[in-house]
Each structure stands twice: as structure tokens, then as C-alpha cells.
């Protein structure tokens, strides 16, 4: 290996003595060339540790293989665990994955727009933050940028949605504990950073009804991503003064019920289905960490696989297509019951 230092595609070829085109050539696709010129590219290669820059070459390309994945917070294990299965199909297929964290603000997930757009990507997988996105910037975005919404649904913008269905989800939750035991009262954040806990209220309220039971739905005070700590605060709030209304709390989703456990621990409520326990909790999302709370989570679980693997095929269907669908296409899949200890 030589000290000397290669800065750019251009010196790579000239010291290596073989054209810029065919240089280029070898680096879109290696079998493009002869295999005699190949080993002498990579021969010089390891002499000269040369290793070019990716994203470079992708934007001289018409259409790169770069592929954007955005999330609103990576912190949450839900999202951590769709991007990783996002990513892993985008690796399968040949393209590369570049994964962005909105870190729940609207102007980080603006900036990551226009990060976006300079690196031209093929076409972008996009998590919206919801009730606190700038509508108008995803839509400019989404019309210059071939983009699949998921998770979190802005009605209208991009060429198409992909989530869980949030009534499949509720309906099983409040159907299974009413059939069980008491009636379950709803517990929620007063304002929710995601927009699905609005339709999972919805639901609940609507099942309450065709089941002729009285709903019940408690807000706890707080704003932002730290579910756990928003739960349990609001839930030693409500265990000090009166009390929750019934035996069985169905929370919005599984990191509000896993601050709500510990609240339940810190007061001395046993939590669970056996004799002796004063109270049932249930929640949605089988977040990865719900199967390891005291007691264990019962939960209505997301499919994973089934979201990140139709996400991709249709961004890469779209690609496919020019970037664009005749109509707007939206793909829900349903939830899945997952009784454990807890209720």
C-alpha cells in the first residue's frame, strides 16, 4: 500500500492508469467490466486505499439507490425496531438506507427534508411527527420526492400510506377485558405527540358505545415523547386523590401502561389477573420491552414485518412507476391480540 493519498475518482484513474469512464462504470456495477480490467481496478484499490464516496457517485447517477427512513424519535423502541426492519429490506434489494430522527420537532424534521433533497434519493420512507409537522413542507416535499407516509397518516400527501389499523387494534382490547371482567376506562395523554392515539380514543369510544357500556377516558398533563415518565406521573396523580373509575385501564399505548405499572408498584397496587390483584392493565402496540414488565404486558401487537415489508415494496414499487400512482394507495394491517399477565 502506497502513502500517497487519493482525494478523488479522477486521480484514482489517472494513477491507476485506466479511463474515468470505465472507472465509473466499474463503480455502479463491478461485472459491468472486463474481468481483466476489474482485478486491475481493484489491484489498485489496495495500493492506494482508495474508497470513493458513495453518496457522489449516487447523485451523478439519474436515479441513485439512496433510500431516506425518517422517524419522529428513534429513542422509541417501536420505531428503532420498524427502521431496522426497513433498513434490512432496503440492504436486501440493492439500494442504501439513510436513516434520519426528527427527534420530535417540527424544525428538525424540516431540516431532514431538505437534507434529503440534496442528496437526491430514489425515494423516502417518511414517519411524519403527525400534529406537529409543518403540513405545508411535507406536501412541497412529498410532490418533488417520490415518498411512502407510514405509521402516521397525513391525509392527502405523498403518493401513499402504509400503518397499523388503530380499530383493529382498540376493538380487540375493549371486546377481550369487558368479555373478562369490568369495563375498562380509557387512560391517555391530554395532548398526544403521535396522532394515532386520537383514532385509538375513537375507537375505544365507539366500542364502549356498541357495547353498551359507559365510556371513561382520563387525560394526564403532558406534552413531548417521554411516555413512561408523562404515565407514571399521571397515574400517581389519579391514585392519590380518587382512584381510577374501574378495575381495568386500557392505556393509549404500551409506554404510557409501562409508567402506569410503575406507579402501580410505587403505591402498592397489584397489578394483574389473579386473586388478590386490585387492578387490570392493558394497552396496544406490543412495544419490545412488553413482554419484560412485572407483570407482563397484554397487548394488541403491531404486524412489524408486514408494515416495514410493504412500506418498501411500495416505495420501491413507486420508483418502479416513475414516481407516482395513478391514485393514492392506503394499506392498513390489523392488530394482534397478545394476552400475558397483566390482564
Not at 258 to 267: K, N, P, T, V, W
Request: include cysteine.
Amino acid at each position: 500500500m502506497t502513502d500517497r493519498k487519493i482525494r478523488n475518482m479522477e486521480e484514482f484513474a489517472s494513477v491507476s492508469g485506466i479511463s474515468r469512464p470505465t472507472v465509473s462504470k466499474y463503480f455502479n456495477d463491478p461485472e459491468s467490466v472486463r474481468q481483466s480490467t476489474r482485478a486491475r481496478i481493484e489491484e489498485a484499490l489496495e495500493r492506494y486505499d482508495f474508497r470513493p464516496n458513495i453518496f457522489a457517485i449516487n447523485q451523478n447517477r439519474r436515479l441513485t439507490k439512496n433510500i431516506g427512513i425518517v422517524v419522529p424519535y428513534l429513542a422509541d423502541p417501536f420505531f428503532a425496531e420498524i427502521a431496522r426492519k426497513i433498513e434490512r429490506r432496503c440492504v436486501d434489494a440493492g439500494f442504501w438506507p439513510i436513516l434520519f430522527n426528527s427527534h420530535g420537532e417540527q424544525e428538525f424534521e424540516k431540516d431532514i427534508l431538505n437534507s434529503l433533497r440534496s442528496l437526491k434519493p430514489a425515494g423516502v420512507l417518511l414517519a411524519p411527527l403527525g400534529r406537529a409537522s409543518d403540513r405545508s413542507a411535507i406536501e412541497r416535499f412529498c410532490n418533488d420526492v417520490p415518498t411512502v407516509l407510514f405509521d402516521s397518516n397525513l391525509e392527502g400527501i405523498g403518493e401513499a400510506f402504509v400503518g397499523s389499523d388503530n380499530y383493529s387494534f382498540v376493538s380487540q382490547t375493549v371486546e377481550y377485558l369487558t368479555r373478562s371482567g369490568e369495563p375498562p376506562c380509557f387512560f391517555e395523554m391530554s395532548t398526544p405527540a403521535n396522532p394515532n392515539a386520537n383514532k385509538r380514543r375513537a375507537a375505544y369510544l365507539e366500542m364502549m358505545e356498541k357495547l353498551g357500556f359507559e365510556p371513561h377516558v382520563l387525560k394526564v398533563e403532558g406534552e413531548g415523547w417521554a411516555f413512561e415518565e408523562i404515565g407514571r406521573d399521571g397515574a400517581l396523580r389519579i391514585l392519590d386523590v380518587h382512584g381510577f373509575p374501574t378495575d381495568t385501564i386500557l392505556c393509549s399505548n404500551d409506554r404510557l401502561a409501562i409508567g402506569l405499572l410503575s406507579a402501580c408498584y410505587e403505591r402498592g397496587f397489584r397489578v394483574g389477573r389473579g386473586e388478590g390483584c386490585a387492578l387490570r392493565v392493558a394497552s396496544h402496540d406490543d412495544h419490545p420491552f412488553s413482554r419484560f414488565t412485572c407483570p407482563s404486558l397484554t397487548t394488541a401487537a403491531h404486524d412489524y414485518d408486514a408494515v416495514a415489508n410493504h412500506a418498501f415494496q411500495t416505495l420501491h414499487d413507486l420508483i418502479e412507476a416513475g414516481g407516482s400512482f395513478d391514485t393514492r394507495q392506503e394499506t392498513l394491517f390489523a392488530a394482534r391480540l397478545v394476552l400475558r399477565s397483566s390482564a
